[in-house]
């Protein structure tokens, strides 16, 4: 049985801020210009129960926000256990453990013994299996046949503007994001993007905030999602995505 860890995260708060960002994404003009591919589903334990309650919720919604392909999760030591290792700098998720003992206590008017069931809360941090390197295949999630991309008609012009930015970008897996600590853009490969007009507008974003580094224009990028600086950035980087796309010839 995995052992819980004690940490300075708030629980609920997490679980809410995921609930909250999940619906404000739902609602119009925003939409994910990428497919995600991959197994979907319930998330399953690293033995392949799958998980009850808000633990459900949470890591599914979590998994999608994410764009993880595997429906896995583990804590560090059952990766160990498998002969595999989470990736430096990875974040792991939340899982809520709650149960319930019965204690004997003395009852402080008559002395004698009664049983008192006492309810507790506790937390165990996990990964997702694309968080993970060198785990049996079955806990990633396999590939599916690449679909039609449509062409930009500014594909020229898009690729001469690219050329011109010396940023690091890698392309592989869901997700779309800079890291400031590594320094390099992640994409999505180009073949999930419904257009390569969207894959463009989309990179645009994430350049805009590598020119953030602290080695270029040392914009302050925020602590945690959704607080001022977070949200200032976000406004910057979607004023420069608009712009190349709505100007490139």
């Not at 210009?33 to 459900?56: F, K």
């Not at 999608?64 to 498998?82: H, I, K, N, V």
């Amino acid at each position: 049985m995995p052992v819980s860890r004690r940490s300075s995260r708030d629980v609920a708060a997490e679980i809410t801020d995921l609930i909250i960002r999940k619906l404000e994404e739902g609602v119009p003009p925003w939409s994910r210009p990428w497919r995600i591919s991959g197994g979907g589903g319930r998330p399953l334990r690293h033995c392949g129960t799958p998980y009850t309650g808000i633990n459900t919720l949470y890591l599914w919604a979590l998994g999608d926000a994410m764009g993880y392909r595997s429906r896995f999760w583990m804590t560090y030591r059952q990766a160990e256990a498998l002969g595999a290792n989470v990736r430096r700098g990875e974040t792991g998720a939340i899982s809520v453990y709650y149960s319930s003992f019965k204690k004997l206590e003395e009852h402080p008017e008559t002395g004698k013994e009664v049983e008192r069931n006492i309810r507790f809360l506790r937390h165990y941090i996990v990964f997702n299996a694309d968080q993970i390197d060198a785990l049996p295949a079955y806990f990633y999630a396999p590939d599916e046949p690449q679909m039609p991309v449509a062409p930009s008609l500014r594909q020229a012009a898009i690729d001469a503007f690219f050329a011109g930015i010396p940023a690091d970008v890698r392309h592989g897996g869901n997700q779309a994001y800079f890291t400031p600590t590594f320094d390099y853009i992640q994409m999505p490969n180009r073949t999930s993007f419904r257009s390569m007009d969207l894959y463009a507008s989309t990179r645009c974003h994430e350049t805009v905030h590598w020119s953030g580094h602290a080695d270029r224009l040392a914009r302050t990028f925020g602590k945690r999602f959704g607080d001022k600086a977070y949200a200032f950035e976000e406004l910057v980087a979607l004023s420069g995505q608009s712009a190349p796309p709505a100007t490139l010839q």
